[in-house]
Nanobody, 120 residues
């Protein structure tokens, strides 16, 4: 059984910073893509950023230049450094792990989410 656990959310003022972490645990041989998605109240879930095992990254236009995604393959952990936060960044941030090899199975997994609130 693979589990993803996010941490690092909270309340921050506009212009502030937060660092999210997501650790994958269980019997894991490989994780292809790890990423972050978010969902604001009343809106659908949207991509924030993804990173492949080799380190290739992809960002939503709305966070380019402000957010940085990184990962530690040895720890099966992905991070999201969020700087210059704006009120519109408010939402629940979910960690995703795609194409996870656990035993002989390939599956995708999602964490339960962590709340990020940007408000003065």
């Amino acid at each position: 059984q693979v589990q993803l656990v996010e941490s690092g959310g909270g309340l921050v003022h506009p212009g502030g910073s937060l660092r999210l972490s997501c650790a994958a645990s269980g019997t894991i041989s490989s994780i292809n893509v790890m990423g972050w998605y978010r969902q604001a109240p009343g809106k659908s879930r949207e991509l924030v950023a993804t990173i492949t095992r080799s380190g290739s990254t992809n960002y939503a236009d709305s966070v380019k230049g402000r957010f940085t995604i990184s990962r530690d393959n040895a720890k099966n952990t992905v991070y999201l450094q969020m700087d210059s936060l704006k009120p519109e960044d408010t939402g629940v941030y979910y960690c995703n792990a795609d194409n996870v090899l656990s035993g002989s199975r390939w599956d995708d997994y999602r964490g339960r989410g962590t709340q990020v609130t940007v408000s003065s």
